[in-house]
């Protein structure tokens, strides 16, 4: 896999009409990822007269040696239709977010972001070709213009406690390999997963409320409903 990512940003600080300092910043951003990816499986199938006597007490590496294929063990590749993808991914965005004092107890920070992203991930059968020698495809694709907002108000009961309320609206994007109908195993639990061609990205809105105390630098004692 390849992939570049680059980012920039601006920031501004200038009084607000209450005479308080306020930041307003932007910049723009993308990313480009590309992956090549293939697997092979292989399976050890133990033959009906070579594993009689055979003492499966030994560790893993005394087991599948080279020397054990043909008197133990039959090698069998077991590579699949699907255990072949390209992929890419593009994503253009800029935003924009203003820090802005209302009081001496109120500040709002809001701001903007624009994604435009683009992913395509094409799953190869490698078994079947046609007379050309190109290999039948199944595609995955999404092409989507996103907006993400994001505003928060806080309220400075003390000099050492804020209440925040926010709201923001995030999104969640399948991986390549959750596209590709490619069986892999998940790390959490073990489980076999087959990826879908149709999957889409989820847009996700928050909301939360947020108690903060400050006892001292670098400390902090919050209580969150979200």
Known sequence: ?????????????????????????????????????????????????GTERFDFSQTPEQIFTAANIGPAFELREETRATDFYTAEQDVASFFGMLDLPLSNAFRLVGGVRVERFSQIVDTFDLFDVDADGEAATIRGEIDETDLFPSLNLVYAVRPDQNIRVGFSQTVNRPEFREVAPFEFTDIVGGRSVVGNADLNRSLIQNYDVRWEWF????EVISASFF
């Open 1 to 49: 896999e390849n992939a570049i990512d680059l980012g920039a940003s601006w920031s501004m600080f200038f009084t607000n009409w209450r005479g308080l300092p306020t930041m307003l910043k932007v910049g723009p951003g993308y990313t480009r990822r590309e992956r090549d990816f293939s697997s092979r499986r292989f399976r050890f199938i133990p033959l009906a007269n």
């Open 215 to 218: 006892p001292r630098a670098e």
